[in-house]
């Protein structure tokens, strides 16, 4: 299956205007609330009609309009598309099994295939309980299977684990990933938490503003985003603005706010201000008393220490250096053992050369292709 999306809709003053291509996998859309990423799904579903563009599914038009080729707006329950809305969206008085079995209504064998779902999902003995008589969670599973139930080809969940906790979020993340791995299916899921993106993403789609502003593989999206409003969306920390002072084929020097710095060669013009990041775990401490290595030379900052954070067996450590600004650090716990960093506590650092990335400025807005609108 291929899900090929090319849409746009303005409703003053936003304007989305995504484009995505999809294959049988699962694709995070992510940012920020009110970015459009449930209009989007709105739009796939056909619950939402775009002002212009088209969705393919396999080459068969869901919709067009103002493109090449027959105008069409596939009514939503011939799309073959299940979708799982942020509140789940159940009846209220029906059972468990009612509420899955509901797409196939009059259907042979309506009640087996309910029941052969909630099996899926590992919530078969909740199958004559109501929804007010569940957990957040067994709603969740009884929206998914519900979903499943008419053996769609597109599945799309919008927030499907903002209610869980932990433990079940990490239940329902694997169950999700096994159902699309066995069934083959295209699944695109909205969330602006950074666990959930790579624990169920093979993509991501970064979304600002109504447009894609990047979409990647997950590991690579955060390592290197293509803009600095995709850095913004995805939440990377020391994001900064600097001056370009020199660039040649040896690297680019940078002046941030009064501190030299020196980046590995990019591209990059002399008088220019630039994006720029580099991760947490680029920034090193460096020990008084000990050599420096070669690749730790270069962009050494004074810095105080306002604040430790620890998670997940790794240390958040904040710090206000000499200009002014504040970065994170992040490192293993059992690293750095022998400094002291406490609050108020002054370290060393290194801001290593090879983690500076120039980030391209964000493409205008003005890019939007205005329609007519009949």
């Known amino acids: 299956m291929r899900l090929y999306v090319d849409i746009e809709k303005r409703l003053d003053p936003f304007r989305l205007q995504v484009k995505l291509d999809v294959g049988s996998e699962i694709l995070v859309l992510f940012g920020p609330s009110g970015a459009g990423k449930t209009m989007t799904l709105q739009s796939i579903a056909g619950l939402v009609a775009p002002d212009a563009g088209e969705i393919l599914l396999d080459g068969r038009a869901l919709y ?3 493109r090449p080729g027959s105008a069409a707006n596939l009514p939503a329950r011939k799309r073959r598309v299940g979708y799982v809305f942020q509140d789940y969206a159940l009846f209220p008085h029906l059972s468990a099994l009612e509420n899955v079995a509901y797409p196939l209504w009059r259907k042979p064998g309506a009640d087996e295939r309910a029941l052969a779902l909630l099996r899926r999902m590992r919530i078969e003995h909740l199958a004559d309980r109501c929804p007010r008589e569940m957990s957040g969670g067994q709603q969740q599973r009884i929206a998914i299977a519900r979903a499943l139930a008419s053996e769609p080809d597109i599945l799309l969940l919008d927030e499907p684990f903002a209610a869980l906790d932990a433990a079940l979020r990490e239940r329902l993340q694997r169950a999700l990933r096994d159902v699309q791995r066995e069934l ?6 909205v969330t602006h938490n950074l666990e959930d993106a790579f624990a169920i993403g093979d993509r991501l789609a970064v979304v600002h503003e109504g447009q894609v502003t990047q979409v990647g593989k997950v590991d690579e999206v955060f390592r290197r985003p293509a803009d600095i409003r995709a850095a913004e969306s995805v939440g990377l920390r020391n994001a900064f603005r600097a001056r370009v002072q020199r660039a040649t084929a040896d690297g680019v020097g940078l002046d941030w706010d009064g501190l030299t ?23 090193k401490l460096l020990y008084g008393d000990r050599a420096i290595g070669e ?42 053992g022998g400094l002291a960093l406490e609050v108020g506590t002054r370290v060393r650092l290194s801001l290593r050369r090879e983690g500076l990335v120039l980030l391209p400025p964000p493409p205008s807005l003005d890019t939007f292709a205005r329609v007519s609108i009949e």
């Open 295 to 336: 690749s730790l030379r270069h962009n050494q900052v004074e810095a105080v220490v306002t604040g430790r954070h620890v998670v997940a067996g790794f240390t958040s450590l904040f710090v206000k250096i000499s200009n002014g600004h504040e970065l994170e650090v992040r490192f293993p716990v059992y690293t750095y």
């Open 184 to 189: 083959g299916l295209v699944v695109l899921c």
């Open 64 to 66: 067009r309009r103002h």
């Open 261 to 283: 710095l020196e980046a590995p060669p990019q591209h990059a013009v002399p008088g220019e201000d630039v994006a720029m990041y580099i991760r947490p775990e680029d920034i």
